[in-house]
Protein backbone atom coordinates (compact mmCIF):
# COMPACT_ATOMS: atom_id res chain seq x y z
CA UNK A 1 0.00 0.00 0.00
CA UNK A 2 3.15 2.03 0.73
CA UNK A 3 6.88 2.06 -0.51
CA UNK A 4 8.82 -0.51 1.64
CA UNK A 5 11.59 1.46 3.24
CA UNK A 6 14.94 0.37 3.70
CA UNK A 7 15.27 -2.68 5.57
CA UNK A 8 16.38 -2.02 9.23
CA UNK A 9 19.93 -3.07 10.74
CA UNK A 10 21.06 -6.13 11.66
CA UNK A 11 20.08 -7.99 15.04
CA UNK A 12 23.99 -7.41 15.71
CA UNK A 13 24.04 -3.84 15.17
CA UNK A 14 21.18 -2.91 16.81
CA UNK A 15 20.84 -2.61 20.73
CA UNK A 16 20.07 -5.36 22.78
CA UNK A 17 16.94 -5.78 25.19
CA UNK A 18 18.20 -4.87 28.82
CA UNK A 19 16.99 -7.33 31.29
CA UNK A 20 13.62 -6.99 32.88
CA UNK A 21 12.23 -5.82 35.90
CA UNK A 22 8.40 -6.29 36.71
CA UNK A 23 6.50 -5.58 39.23
CA UNK A 24 3.20 -7.62 39.78
CA UNK A 25 -0.31 -6.67 40.16
CA UNK A 26 -2.94 -9.14 40.47
CA UNK A 27 -0.83 -11.75 39.12
CA UNK A 28 0.29 -9.67 35.62
CA UNK A 29 4.00 -8.61 35.36
CA UNK A 30 4.22 -4.99 34.92
CA UNK A 31 7.74 -3.59 33.23
CA UNK A 32 9.47 -1.21 35.34
CA UNK A 33 9.66 1.39 32.74
CA UNK A 34 9.09 4.73 31.73
CA UNK A 35 7.70 6.27 28.47
CA UNK A 36 10.95 6.25 26.94
CA UNK A 37 12.29 3.02 28.56
CA UNK A 38 9.40 1.28 27.06
CA UNK A 39 10.17 2.53 23.72
CA UNK A 40 13.61 1.46 23.56
CA UNK A 41 12.96 -2.03 24.70
CA UNK A 42 9.96 -2.76 22.30
CA UNK A 43 12.06 -1.23 19.60
CA UNK A 44 15.12 -3.69 20.66
CA UNK A 45 12.60 -6.76 20.35
CA UNK A 46 12.66 -6.49 16.46
CA UNK A 47 15.30 -9.00 15.10
CA UNK A 48 15.64 -11.15 18.57
CA UNK A 49 14.88 -14.49 19.52
CA UNK A 50 11.43 -15.34 21.06
CA UNK A 51 9.82 -13.60 17.89
CA UNK A 52 6.85 -12.69 17.80
CA UNK A 53 7.12 -10.59 20.93
CA UNK A 54 3.77 -9.55 22.20
CA UNK A 55 3.51 -6.29 23.17
CA UNK A 56 0.43 -5.69 26.07
CA UNK A 57 -1.37 -2.20 27.19
CA UNK A 58 -2.96 -3.68 30.64
CA UNK A 59 -5.78 -1.67 32.44
CA UNK A 60 -8.03 -1.85 34.66
CA UNK A 61 -10.44 -3.90 32.38
CA UNK A 62 -7.55 -6.25 30.87
CA UNK A 63 -6.59 -7.24 34.80
CA UNK A 64 -10.11 -7.70 36.13
CA UNK A 65 -10.26 -10.27 32.91
CA UNK A 66 -7.43 -11.95 34.02
CA UNK A 67 -8.68 -12.82 36.75
CA UNK A 68 -11.60 -14.03 35.66
CA UNK A 69 -10.16 -15.89 32.51
CA UNK A 70 -6.83 -18.41 33.46
CA UNK A 71 -6.03 -18.45 29.15
CA UNK A 72 -6.10 -14.73 28.57
CA UNK A 73 -4.04 -14.49 32.19
CA UNK A 74 -1.12 -16.73 30.82
CA UNK A 75 -1.28 -14.52 27.19
CA UNK A 76 -0.54 -11.35 29.61
CA UNK A 77 2.43 -13.44 31.11
CA UNK A 78 3.57 -14.27 27.46
CA UNK A 79 4.39 -10.17 27.12
CA UNK A 80 8.07 -8.84 26.55
CA UNK A 81 7.17 -5.87 27.62
CA UNK A 82 3.60 -5.23 29.41
CA UNK A 83 2.97 -1.57 30.07
CA UNK A 84 0.78 0.04 32.74
CA UNK A 85 -1.63 1.70 30.49
CA UNK A 86 -3.86 3.34 33.43
CA UNK A 87 -3.11 5.39 36.45
CA UNK A 88 -5.05 3.55 38.83
CA UNK A 89 -2.61 0.08 37.43
CA UNK A 90 0.20 2.65 39.27
CA UNK A 91 -1.45 3.24 42.42
CA UNK A 92 -2.57 -0.96 42.92
CA UNK A 93 1.16 -1.56 42.09
CA UNK A 94 1.97 0.95 45.02
CA UNK A 95 -0.32 -0.63 47.78
CA UNK A 96 0.76 -4.27 46.37
CA UNK A 97 4.31 -2.92 47.47
CA UNK A 98 6.62 -1.86 44.78
CA UNK A 99 5.01 1.32 43.21
CA UNK A 100 5.60 1.76 39.14
CA UNK A 101 7.50 4.75 38.18
CA UNK A 102 4.54 6.35 35.91
CA UNK A 103 1.26 5.12 33.63
CA UNK A 104 2.66 3.98 29.98
CA UNK A 105 -0.32 4.31 27.95
CA UNK A 106 -0.35 2.51 24.74
CA UNK A 107 -1.69 5.56 22.88
CA UNK A 108 1.30 7.22 23.61
CA UNK A 109 3.96 4.53 22.99
CA UNK A 110 2.33 3.51 20.10
CA UNK A 111 3.17 6.81 17.91
CA UNK A 112 6.17 7.46 19.37
CA UNK A 113 7.70 3.94 18.27
CA UNK A 114 6.33 4.16 14.97
CA UNK A 115 8.08 7.32 14.32
CA UNK A 116 11.37 5.81 16.02
CA UNK A 117 10.57 2.65 13.90
CA UNK A 118 10.25 4.64 10.29
CA UNK A 119 13.46 6.91 11.54
CA UNK A 120 15.01 3.37 12.14
CA UNK A 121 14.02 1.72 8.54
CA UNK A 122 11.64 -0.72 9.99
CA UNK A 123 8.81 -1.91 8.57
CA UNK A 124 4.88 -1.77 9.91
CA UNK A 125 1.62 -3.06 9.11
CA UNK A 126 -1.46 -1.12 10.74
CA UNK A 127 -4.13 -3.62 11.30
CA UNK A 128 -7.41 -3.11 12.62
CA UNK A 129 -8.87 0.51 13.52
CA UNK A 130 -11.94 2.59 12.00
CA UNK A 131 -12.19 2.42 8.37
CA UNK A 132 -9.70 5.17 7.23
CA UNK A 133 -8.07 5.80 10.37
CA UNK A 134 -5.38 3.66 10.13
CA UNK A 135 -4.16 5.01 7.24
CA UNK A 136 -4.43 9.04 8.25
CA UNK A 137 -2.76 7.88 11.28
CA UNK A 138 0.04 6.59 9.21
CA UNK A 139 0.08 9.76 6.81
CA UNK A 140 0.16 12.00 10.19
CA UNK A 141 2.70 9.85 12.20
CA UNK A 142 5.31 9.70 8.24
CA UNK A 143 4.97 13.10 8.45
CA UNK A 144 6.64 13.60 11.81
CA UNK A 145 9.23 10.99 11.23
CA UNK A 146 10.23 12.56 7.82
CA UNK A 147 9.77 8.67 6.55
CA UNK A 148 6.99 6.23 5.67
CA UNK A 149 7.63 2.94 7.32
CA UNK A 150 4.15 1.79 6.56
CA UNK A 151 3.96 -1.59 4.07
CA UNK A 152 0.20 -2.75 5.05
CA UNK A 153 -3.02 -1.37 6.41
CA UNK A 154 -5.92 -3.80 6.99
CA UNK A 155 -9.58 -2.63 8.81
CA UNK A 156 -11.18 -6.16 9.42
CA UNK A 157 -15.27 -6.43 8.82
CA UNK A 158 -17.17 -7.24 12.28
CA UNK A 159 -16.86 -11.05 12.68
CA UNK A 160 -13.82 -11.78 10.96
CA UNK A 161 -12.34 -14.10 13.87
CA UNK A 162 -15.26 -16.16 13.01
CA UNK A 163 -14.13 -16.66 9.20
CA UNK A 164 -11.41 -18.89 8.79
CA UNK A 165 -10.79 -18.20 5.31
CA UNK A 166 -10.52 -14.14 6.10
CA UNK A 167 -8.04 -15.03 8.91
CA UNK A 168 -5.78 -17.20 6.14
CA UNK A 169 -6.02 -14.25 3.79
CA UNK A 170 -5.11 -11.78 6.54
CA UNK A 171 -2.22 -13.74 7.60
CA UNK A 172 -0.54 -14.38 3.77
CA UNK A 173 -1.02 -10.70 3.56
CA UNK A 174 0.61 -9.82 7.07
CA UNK A 175 3.42 -12.43 5.85
CA UNK A 176 3.63 -10.61 2.41
CA UNK A 177 4.36 -7.34 3.76
CA UNK A 178 6.75 -8.54 6.00
CA UNK A 179 6.47 -6.02 8.85
CA UNK A 180 8.70 -5.92 11.50
CA UNK A 181 5.84 -4.36 14.03
CA UNK A 182 2.48 -4.62 13.67
CA UNK A 183 0.17 -2.45 15.18
CA UNK A 184 -3.11 -4.12 16.32
CA UNK A 185 -6.03 -1.83 16.76
CA UNK A 186 -9.00 -4.20 17.82
CA UNK A 187 -10.10 -3.69 21.19
CA UNK A 188 -10.04 -5.77 24.14
CA UNK A 189 -9.92 -8.42 24.48
CA UNK A 190 -10.82 -9.01 20.53
CA UNK A 191 -7.00 -7.38 19.79
CA UNK A 192 -5.12 -9.81 21.84
CA UNK A 193 -6.86 -12.75 20.63
CA UNK A 194 -5.98 -12.58 17.32
CA UNK A 195 -2.40 -11.64 18.52
CA UNK A 196 -2.00 -14.90 19.68
CA UNK A 197 -3.01 -16.40 16.46
CA UNK A 198 -0.90 -14.56 14.57
CA UNK A 199 2.15 -15.17 16.77
CA UNK A 200 1.43 -18.86 16.06
CA UNK A 201 1.37 -17.83 12.30
CA UNK A 202 4.08 -15.20 11.87
CA UNK A 203 7.77 -13.91 12.09
CA UNK A 204 7.13 -10.86 12.53
CA UNK A 205 9.43 -9.32 15.41
CA UNK A 206 7.08 -7.23 17.24
CA UNK A 207 3.26 -7.30 17.68
CA UNK A 208 1.63 -4.46 19.59
CA UNK A 209 -1.88 -3.51 21.22
CA UNK A 210 -2.96 -0.59 20.78
CA UNK A 211 -7.12 -0.50 21.08
CA UNK A 212 -8.37 2.92 19.80
CA UNK A 213 -5.23 4.74 19.02
CA UNK A 214 -5.57 4.97 15.39
CA UNK A 215 -8.69 6.86 15.53
CA UNK A 216 -6.75 9.25 18.07
CA UNK A 217 -3.99 10.11 16.42
CA UNK A 218 -6.04 10.10 12.78
CA UNK A 219 -8.26 12.92 15.10
CA UNK A 220 -11.37 11.25 14.42
CA UNK A 221 -11.47 10.26 18.31
CA UNK A 222 -11.06 13.55 20.76
CA UNK A 223 -8.51 11.98 23.54
CA UNK A 224 -9.36 13.28 26.77
CA UNK A 225 -7.38 16.23 28.17
CA UNK A 226 -3.71 16.11 29.80
CA UNK A 227 -4.79 16.84 33.26
CA UNK A 228 -7.08 14.07 33.29
CA UNK A 229 -5.04 11.42 32.10
CA UNK A 230 -2.43 13.00 34.80
CA UNK A 231 -5.39 12.46 37.70
CA UNK A 232 -6.23 9.08 36.06
CA UNK A 233 -10.05 10.03 34.80
CA UNK A 234 -9.39 9.51 31.13
CA UNK A 235 -11.89 6.23 32.04
CA UNK A 236 -14.53 9.07 32.63
CA UNK A 237 -14.40 11.26 30.28
CA UNK A 238 -14.49 8.21 27.68
CA UNK A 239 -17.96 7.18 29.75
CA UNK A 240 -18.70 10.28 29.44
CA UNK A 241 -18.58 10.65 25.31
CA UNK A 242 -20.28 6.68 24.97
CA UNK A 243 -22.43 6.06 28.60
CA UNK A 244 -24.36 3.48 26.49
CA UNK A 245 -21.19 1.41 25.60
CA UNK A 246 -19.34 2.20 28.44
CA UNK A 247 -21.09 2.32 31.73
CA UNK A 248 -21.24 -1.47 32.42
CA UNK A 249 -17.73 -2.18 32.34
CA UNK A 250 -16.51 1.07 33.88
CA UNK A 251 -19.20 0.17 36.84
CA UNK A 252 -17.12 -3.11 36.81
CA UNK A 253 -13.97 -1.47 37.29
CA UNK A 254 -14.90 0.75 40.00
CA UNK A 255 -16.48 -1.76 41.82
CA UNK A 256 -14.11 -4.97 41.41
CA UNK A 257 -10.81 -3.66 40.76
CA UNK A 258 -10.25 -1.82 43.92
CA UNK A 259 -11.76 -4.94 46.01
CA UNK A 260 -9.10 -7.21 44.49
CA UNK A 261 -6.14 -4.92 45.13
CA UNK A 262 -7.26 -4.71 48.92
CA UNK A 263 -7.71 -8.59 49.07
CA UNK A 264 -4.69 -9.01 47.38
CA UNK A 265 -2.83 -6.52 50.16
CA UNK A 266 -4.13 -7.80 52.47
CA UNK A 267 -3.09 -12.09 51.53
CA UNK A 268 0.10 -10.65 50.82
CA UNK A 269 0.49 -8.85 54.72
Known amino acids: MTKAPTRPQSPSSRQVPPPRRTVDVLGVPIDFVTLEEANARMLALVGTEGAPHLVLTPN ?11 SFLALCREGSLVIADGQPVVWASALL ?4 PCRVAGSDLMPLSVVAAARQGLRYFFLGGNPGDAEAAARILAERAG ?8 CPPLGFEKDPQYLDGLVKAIHAA ?18 RELRRRLSTSVLMAVGITFSF ?17 EWAWRLCREPRRLWRRYLDNLVFFPWHVLRARLFRS
Open 147 to 154: RDGLCGVD
Open 97 to 100: GKRL
Open 60 to 70: TDHLLRARRDP
Open 217 to 233: VAGTVKRAPRWMQRCGL
Open 178 to 195: APDIVYVGLGSPKQELLM
